[in-house]
């Protein structure tokens, strides 16, 4: 059991039955009265975000969740199958929880799968991924006094924004995090 006072950032509560995480904390000591910690928190199963206020005499349980390092095998009719490394035990895993990150996977990637209740209910990838740019209009000279970006396809069907310079055929870093661009991969 948690109390509000173990209430910080990244913490995975169960409130009222859901699981939740904290994505922002604050704590409010009023002239008056007693404690309160103010908190965005994120439900976990569905992604909305909401405001509450607990109070120091709230308590909490401890969601059933598990995280577990699995690689990436293959797609099967909008399921992704990952593998674990160590016993070849494969879980499923629906389109709808990686989003949009199901663009950007590739194959045997590691990535951390979140469990509640046996259930996969987030894809975390690693921070960064390279991919080839298949598609996109190719560069031109002038106009560079200001940061100017133009669409592109990477593999996968992932659309990003990228600067001027970036032709098809280059490799670049993406930022799983935004999405964005970050930076050029040098050729080797």
Not at 46 to 71: C, H, M, W, Y
Request: glycine fraction near 10%; charged fraction near 30%.
């Amino acid at each position: 059991m948690y109390s509000a006072s173990d209430l910080r950032k990244g913490l995975k509560i169960l409130w009222e039955g859901q699981p939740y995480e904290i994505v922002e904390f604050q704590f409010v000591k009023p002239g008056k009265g007693a404690a309160m910690y103010k908190c965005r928190v994120r439900h976990i199963l569905q992604g909305n975000t909401i405001e509450k206020t607990f109070r120091e005499v709230d308590s909490f349980a401890k969601p059933d969740l598990e995280g577990r390092e699995l690689q990436f095998s293959y797609e099967d009719g909008g399921q992704f199958v990952f593998s674990d490394p160590d016993t070849y035990e494969e879980f499923r895993v629906d389109g709808d929880v990686l989003g949009r990150n199901r663009l950007l996977l590739a194959d045997t990637m590691t990535v951390d799968v979140l469990f509640y209740n046996g259930k996969a209910v987030e894809v975390t990838l690693p921070i960064f991924v390279e991919k080839v740019i298949v598609e996109t209009e190719p560069g031109f000279k002038g106009n560079t006094a200001t940061n100017t970006y133009k669409p592109a396809k990477v593999e996968g069907g992932y659309e990003i924004q990228v600067p001027l310079f970036i032709n098809e055929g280059d490799n670049v870093r993406i930022d799983t995090r935004t999405g964005e661009y970050a930076d050029r991969v040098a050729k080797k």
